[in-house]
């Protein structure tokens, strides 16, 4: 599966979210709607360098704010989907990616 995102989407994501890992759990609902039923998920996500950068930079924005004794961005960065830019793996600046997954429910 492949998706372009955009800012007004994942600014969405962290105005909707009180907490980093609820926020971290809505990308991941971005890219597997039954989110909710997997039980695992083998490989790692992609996204576009641009939506990388920008989620990235969202995350330590959040966490200054809301979580000030932690490492801004550190939940994204153990967590968060692998950015690659361009022919690497042929992604738009801003899509997600996932073409390299498997998942059991």
């Known amino acids: ?3 372009t995102l955009n800012k007004k989407q994942i600014d969405a994501i ?3 979210s009180s907490h980093q890992a ?3 759990a809505a990308f991941y609902r971005l890219a597997f709607p039954e989110w909710d ?3 695992s998920i083998e490989g790692w996500l992609g996204i576009g360098k641009e939506a990388g950068i920008y989620i990235i930079r969202k995350f330590m924005e959040f ?3 809301h979580h000030p004794n932690v490492f801004n961005g550190g939940l994204w960065m153990n967590k968060g ?8 793996m042929e992604l738009g600046p801003w899509e997600l ?3 390299n997954c498997i998942t059991s429910s």
């Open 63 to 65: 966490d200054r704010k």
């Open 81 to 88: 989907f692998s950015t690659h830019d361009g022919a690497d």
């Open 37 to 39: 039923e997997l039980k």
């Open 22 to 24: 609820e926020a971290c």
């Open 1 to 3: 599966m492949r998706k």
């Open 14 to 16: 962290f105005e909707a």
């Open 97 to 99: 990616c996932t073409d």
